[in-house]
Structure formats: C-alpha cells, structure tokens
C-alpha cells in the first residue's frame, strides 16, 4: 500500500522521535498523548532541537517551519488514527497497556491501516492479538535516539502478513532509515546479542576479571566504539539493562540470566555505575575474549534459527551500535577458528542454553569466512533492484563490493524474469560515496592498477548489461560512485542527492570511466570543469547538464524509479536490449556505420515471437503479453 499519513501513538522520546523523522521526510504526522501537556511536551522536544539548528546555520528556518507543519498533535485516539495509513504506537515497555493502544485504535483506524509497534522486547505476534487485524500488524523498532539513529528493526509476528514487512521496509528507506528484516524473536537480532554483552561485562566485573575501568577501555579497543559497557548503561539507563536481560533470560534460559551484581546495582544500590580509574592492559585479553565469545555464539545461533540474516546482524551493529565491525566482520578477521574455540569455550560454562551454531562449526573447521555480500539482489516482478549495501561505510566501493556487484549484475542479466535493473545504494545519504579511501591509500602501484582493472570491469558489466539499467541515485554520488552512474541507462536523482568527482584533491583523477563517460554527456569542457576542480553540484544542476533524467523528492525517489522500470518492462525485452545497443554502439562510431548496426539489430527484431505476436495484436485491435522470446 502507498503510504501518506502517519500517525504516532505516544509523545515520549520515542514516539516524538519517530514523528520528527516521518515529518522531516514529507510525512504528515499524527501524534497522540493522554494529555495535553504531553503533546506539547513532546512538540517541544522536536522543535527545540531543529531551531538550534538554524541558529547553527546547519538547516533553514522555512525547512523547520514546514517540518512543524506537518506535525499535529491531539489527545483524540480517532483524530490521530481515522485517516493513517500508518499507525505506530511508540507508548512505554508494558504489555498490557501497549495492548490497551492498539484495541483503541482499532476501533477508528481505517480497514487497511497498518499498526505497528516499536517494542524493543516484547511479542509482536501477542501484541497483535489485541486488534482486530493481526496480518497488518508488524514491529517497527526503533533505535535510540530515533530522529538520528538510521536502524529500523522490522519485525514480522507468526501471522504478519508479508507485504506488510515489504511497505514497512520501503517506507522505512523512505525516512531514510536503514531496516533490517527480522522474525518475532526474545530480543529480535540486536538485542539478542547486545543486550547480553553488557550482561557479560557486569559478570567480569562481578568475577573479579577486572574493574569497570578495565571493562571499558577493553570493550572500546575490542569493538572499535566510543564508549564502553558500563559509561553506556549510565548514559541509556542501568535499569533498562536489567529488564532487558530478564526480557532474554525468561526466553534462552541459564546463559541469559542477569548478572548478581546487575541486579544489586538497580534494587539496592539504585544508582550508576562509578567509572574512572586507571585500566589494566594486562587484563585486557581476558575480558575482550569473554566479550567476543558471548557476541560471535549469539550472533551465529541467532542466525541459524532464521531471526535475521549475517549481513543484517553486521548492519545491526554497525549502524545502530556503531561499532567499527559487526559480530561476522569480526570474526572473519580474527579467523573463524579462533572465534569458534572462543564460543566453545562460553558454551563449555553454560551448556545447552548457550547452544553452538552448526554453520560455525563447519566453518571454523575449515577456518572459512562466513559469506558476506555487500550488494543485495531483490526482484519485484520483472525489475531486479541491486543494492549497495554498506551503509555503514556510506556504501564505498571496495574490492568486495565491486566483485559482488559484478556477481549480482550477472545473475540479473542471466535471469529470464528480469527486464529492468535498478542500481541505488541503502540509506539515504550516500548512494555510492566514492571508493574506499582508507582501503586505497596503502596500495602500491600494483596494488592501484589492480583495483582500477577491477573497477573498470565491474561497471563495464553493468554498462554492457543487455538489459535496460536505471540509477536511482539517493545521496552522495561521489567518485566511483557517480562513475557508476554514468554506465547506467537512466539517472534518476532525489532532491537530496549531491554529485562530485573529487579524485583531483586526493592526488589521483577518476578511475573508473569518469574522464571518458562523462564527456560523451556533458561535453569534453563541462567536464573538465568538473573534473580539474572537484567541485560539488547539486540534482538541479545535474538535471541542467542532461546527467540526470529527472529529479525527484527523496521519499518518492524509488517508487519513481520502479514507475519506470517496470514501464520499460512491459515492452518486448529483446527489442529494448537491441535498442540500448544500438544507441550505445552510435555514440562510438560515425553516422552510417551506426545506421548499419540499427539496421541488422531492427532485423533481428523480426525473428521473435514479440514481434509477430504484438504486431498481430495490433492489427486484430487484441493485447499481446510480451514474452521476451
């Protein structure tokens, strides 16, 4: 279903968050409190942040005043819900009163709105048993704090209809947010594994392993974040640690159960942690192997039981926890053979309740990397969408990326069912941000030559794809990025994407079809321009120089890009993919060695069956479905 009208259900942290990122996207936002006071509570907690802003000169003030605008509040459940097509309830970690909302709002809700509810541990499946519509139901899980946080949990109950989890994926992309898909699970996938995490730190501590100060510099120089276990519960609540492992303990059982000192610490001690000190590297070793072991078990286990996939847990980590690595990035570091003798060694203490995955096994026998592709082939109809998925990296291209994507882009073209691709990247802010710097700047000569060579051909595959390819390009398009782009058929832009080829300012000059493709579209002076100065130009701008097709509001960018993918996708797919080689065969070869190259692929047309069966249709004034033969 299309989604146009949102409404939140709770004005808290959560829920003005939630509503402050579907307005900041063009939504118009419903919220509700019990009172009134509420609701101007939390209208105050979004407004005040977003006027600081332009007083920052981060944002304009007419951007805010339109954000506010599309927010309503109100304390009327049908006034908030009678018209949504969406509706969230974001009220606090309590079963029975979370029930409670979603009765009420069944009663005035629309028949096709769907609810959602941003639980962070609680059953989506018992949850939807309060309304009279448990296949529209589905989680919508948060991460703190919502307006900025870019990870969405989206979680399917036992009787969620699938289409529901599709439009709430989308339309979580649409926010610009970054959603992973996961089944109604203790703890879903993030929580599954962090929330155990800081269990086990607190179990260090309790075990006399080491002090907090330890614990934490440990932790940070283990999982490359910024604080520690201990200075994040302060910072989160302690008291929500607690629940939360009782939450995991109550479904996994004896490894789950909560640490003694946790406890202690929010019934008697009733207060935060006391960190400082000085740490003790020579204890180190012990509390980031302890750490590990509890991280890689979970991750792998929940893996196995279907809750999420490897590069969704990573996606988890990296996005939400911002940690450097996620839990399989990690191990495929270390070696898998190592993080497998680190989790026997958890599951040696715990036994059943901390089972091993049989997938780890297998792979750490061999010492074999867990299988993580960087770009994600969905197929919707006859339109296969490739994703670059790196959001965390904002989906820079490295060697990984560049052979997945060649990978992916020749699946698609061997497929019989696809007739349109469609390349974006995930997230909102960075559709390809470039190659990745970090990785280039150790190279050799060798090294460069290499990873240009690999570059090259993997957009030359999508160049010479015999099926039309359209760029849905939804943020930065920098370098390699926007190189990509320029192989593809169509450009599409959102209203928010910025194009550059910055390579000048770092020494080298594009690499990967930049100085040869972009003058065949801009002309060889335009491009120069933009190549010798690196400079940055706006969608505007790119539609102006004819790079660009069209240019489109963010949330709408994909749905415009399918529009036209599958418009293309009616018509004879073997004509199409003829045409796309004529016109690009033309651009490199004089007139009349082009019209003879028109004239054999027209011809060709003629031995199909499309053509015989779309042409008699027309003459007997009937349909003809186009079978690509």
């Known amino acids: 279903m299309a989604i146009h009208k949102v409404a939140v259900l709770g004005a808290g942290n959560m829920g003005s968050g939630i509503a402050q990122a579907f307005a900041q996207a063009g939504f118009d936002v419903h919220v509700r409190d019990v009172k009134p006071e509420l609701v101007q509570k939390g209208r105050e907690r979004i407004e005040g942040p977003l006027r600081k802003r332009v007083e920052q000169g981060k944002t304009s003030a007419a951007e805010v005043d339109g954000i506010m605008a599309r927010l309503h509040g109100t304390t009327d459940v049908h006034e908030a819900v009678k018209d949504a097509d969406l509706v969230i309830e974001a009220v606090f970690e309590d079963l029975k009163v979370k029930k409670e909302v979603f009765a009420e709002a069944s009663k005035h809700a629309k028949a096709g709105a769907i609810f959602a509810t941003n639980t962070s541990s609680l059953s989506v499946t018992d949850l939807a048993a309060a309304t009279d519509r448990p296949r529209q139901v589905a989680g919508l899980h948060f991460f703190f704090p919502a307006a900025v946080n870019k990870l969405v949990e ?48 607190v179990r260090l501590l309790e075990e006399g392993v080491a002090d907090v100060a330890t614990i934490d510099a440990a932790a940070k120089e283990a999982f490359g974040i910024g604080m520690g276990p201990f200075e994040l519960m302060n910072v989160t609540g302690v008291p929500i640690s607690l629940h939360a492992e009782r939450t995991l303990h109550a479904g996994f059982g004896a490894a789950y159960e909560p640490a003694r000192r946790l406890v202690h610490q929010v019934e008697v001690e009733k207060k935060d942690w006391t960190l400082g000190g000085a740490p003790d590297p020579a204890r180190f070793e012990a509390v980031k192997d302890r750490l590990l072991g509890v991280t890689f078990g979970i991750a792998a286990r929940l893996v196995e039981e279907g809750v999420a996939t490897a590069v969704d847990v990573d996606k988890g980590a990296t996005v939400g926890l911002r ?11 270390m070696g898998t053979k190592k993080a497998l003798a680190l989790v026997e060694k958890v599951h040696a203490r715990w036994g059943a309740s901390f089972p091993v995955s049989q997938e780890l096994r297998r792979l750490g026998a061999a010492n074999a990397p867990w299988d993580l592709p960087l770009v994600r082939l969905e197929k919707e109809g006859h339109v296969a969408v490739l994703t670059i998925d790196r959001p965390e990296a904002l989906n820079a291209l490295n060697p990984k990326v560049l052979h997945d994507l060649q990978k992916q882009v020749q699946a698609a073209a061997a497929d019989p069912e696809v007739r349109v691709l469609v390349v974006t990247g995930e997230g909102q802010k960075a559709f390809i941000a470039g190659a990745d710097i970090k990785e280039m700047a150790t190279k050799s000569v060798a090294d460069a030559r290499r990873f240009t060579e690999l570059g090259q051909r993997a957009i030359r595959e ?13 943020g930065f398009a920098f370098g390699g990025g926007l190189e990509l782009a320029l192989a593809c058929d169509i450009i599409l832009a959102s209203d928010k994407a910025l194009f550059a080829l910055p390579e000048v300012t770092l020494g080298i000059h594009p690499g990967f079809g930049g100085t040869q493709r972009l003058p065949r579209l801009v002309g060889p002076q335009k491009a120069k321009e933009l190549i010798f100065t690196a400079r940055r130009f706006d969608a505007a701008e790119a539609k102006a120089l004819g790079l660009v097709l069209d240019v489109v509001p963010a949330a709408d960018l994909m749905k415009r890009a399918m529009a036209l993918a599958n418009a293309i996708a009616k018509n004879a797919p073997i004509a199409v993919g003829l045409a796309k080689a004529s016109v690009n065969r033309g651009l490199d070869v004089d007139l009349n060695t ?22 008699d249709a027309f003459v007997k004034k009937t349909t003809w479905e186009m079978k690509g033969k």
Request: net charge negative.
């Open 594 to 615: 082009g019209l003879a190259y028109e004239l054999e692929a027209v011809s060709q047309c003629f031995a199909t069956e499309d053509q015989k069966g779309s042409m």
């Open 154 to 201: 989206v979680v399917a109950g036992r009787e969620t209809d699938p289409r529901v989890v599709d439009d709430l994926v989308k339309v979580s992309r649409a926010i610009g947010k970054v959603p992973i898909p996961t089944a109604d699970a203790y703890g879903f996938a993030v929580n599954r594994f962090f929330v155990p995490w800081v269990n086990e730190a």
């Open 323 to 333: 940690w450097a690595k996620g839990p399989f990035a990690m191990m495929n570091a």
């Open 462 to 474: 999508l160049e010479l794809c015999g099926k039309p390819v359209v760029a849905a390009v939804n």
